[in-house]
């Protein structure tokens, strides 16, 4: 049994035993939950967690180094930036189409005069912007400040192609570093499965059946938005841009959605998911190393759709019409807080205050989503990640073809 099979029949099964303990003993499940599910669970995020802000610096160095000329890289940060705003763009109309069809804040009696929710302040997109330059890069490391992280790998990537022979062994340390940490990853990986059954039978556990059933309306949009992105937008790439088979794609990318589904974390996931495409999707080294750290970081396909879906779904369950004008707000604010909010802490929820502050719908029906968010938080990381592998994809092929194209000439 193969890794991918592994972890797929870890997800059904701890899903399964999670809903059953819940349904028919909860005591047994309270028991099993505090003293082996979070435990094995924690145990796994905490591993691959471990690994991540050195893997993140490692890789981002070779990748920019690995590039070699200033002006590839600018070219390959600017598609890589451009394809993430315009397939966030679109994941949060497929959100809001959705749920203008179906209308599930329509689909029963919601308790909005006992919604509340309470939203930490997020940052303007010029703070963000201004702070991504680390004033100490060792503080950076320490807190996992992702951006501010990359911005100081890309320098020194800078900086070795620059020197070239003078740091000759200083390249070679880092390239042995990011063996190293390749080769814990495929460590960790073998304890996947247990902890993927942990995490997922916490989850469906404590939120139980009768969470589900209540919002099984707004759930079923979500996951159907999700689903239409993933094979539409992700797997038209795949198909148009890169010229590759979208079944072949996501069946060798599945171990990473798993992992992802599990964690519910596109950072933690890292790891996994650069292993995966390196090595089953054969993208090139320089280039997972730039995108899809860049990806975890600034790509939220997943949480796009959450908020058009949650903006649409608490406009129709207080009663409240949205104008064309109101709509295309809430696109611009999901489009722009998606770059303004990278790296904070409850990302999701804090961009969904953002767009209904924008349009002037009450921050306080947050409340009616919040109980089932874990669960679809977990869903929508694994379309988060799938993007970063399928832009990674298209960039490694065009930028494969762009130097044959080279040499040919030369």
């Known amino acids: 049994m193969n890794l991918t099979t592994k972890i797929v029949a870890a997800l059904v099964v701890g899903a399964i035993v999670g809903l059953l303990l819940n349904l028919t003993a909860p005591n047994v499940f309270e028991v099993l939950n505090t003293y082996l599910f979070v435990p094995v669970g924690q145990i796994f995020l905490s591993l691959i967690s471990m690994l991540v802000v050195p893997l993140v610096f490692f890789s981002i160095v070779l990748g920019s ?38 209308q599930p804040g329509a689909a029963g009696e919601f308790d909005t005069a006992g919604a509340e929710f309470s939203a930490e302040e997020a940052p303007p997109v010029s703070e963000t912007l201004m702070n991504i330059i680390p004033k100490n890069p060792i503080n950076a490391m320490a ?11 890309v320098f020194i990537g800078f900086a070795l192609t620059a020197l070239g022979e ?17 080769y814990l990853v495929g460590l960790v990986m073998r304890f996947a499965p247990y902890g993927t059954f942990a995490l997922i039978a916490t ?37 148009f841009l890169a010229k590759k088979n979208p079944l072949w794609f996501f069946k060798k990318f599945a171990p990473a959605m798993g992992v992802a589904f599990s964690t519910s974390s596109s950072n933690a996931t890292l790891p996994v998911s650069m292993e995966v495409a390196q090595r089953d999707l054969k993208v090139p ?11 975890a970081t600034i790509n939220m396909d997943g949480t796009a759709i959450m ?13 409240i019409d949205l104008t064309m004008g109101e709509l295309a707000t809430v696109v611009l604010t ?22 209904l502050g924008s349009v002037g719908l009450p921050v306080e029906g947050i409340g009616l989503i919040i109980g089932i968010d874990r669960l679809l938080d977990m869903t929508r990381t694994a379309v988060n990640i799938t993007g970063d592998a399928a832009c990674a994809l298209y960039i490694g092929e065009t930028e494969k073809n762009r130097n044959l194209q080279a040499v040919g000439r030369a």
């Open 285 to 295: 080294e320089p280039i997972s190393s730039f995108v899809q750290p860049l990806g």
């Open 203 to 239: 989850a469906i556990g404590t939120q139980g059946w009768d969470a589900i059933l209540a919002m099984g309306s707004y759930m079923l949009v979500v996951l159907a938005a999700l689903f239409i992105h993933s094979a539409v937008t992700y797997g038209g790439t795949v198909a």
């Open 307 to 319: 908020q058009g879906v949650a903006t649409m779904f608490i406009a129709q369950a207080f009663g």
């Open 334 to 355: 999901a489009v722009l807080a998606s770059i303004g909010t990278a790296g904070v802490p409850g990302v999701g929820l804090i961009m969904l205050a953002m767009v």
């Open 65 to 102: 180094a690995g590039l070699g000329d200033p002006k590839k890289l600018g070219r390959i940060g600017a598609k890589t930036v451009g394809y993430f705003l315009v397939t966030t763009c679109i994941a949060i109309i497929i959100g809001m189409a959705l749920s203008a069809v179906i």
């Open 166 to 182: 003078k740091t000759k062994g200083i390249l070679s340390l880092v390239n042995q570093g990011n063996e190293i940490m390749m």
């Open 143 to 153: 807190e996992g400040n992702m951006l501010q992280l990359i911005v100081f790998a």
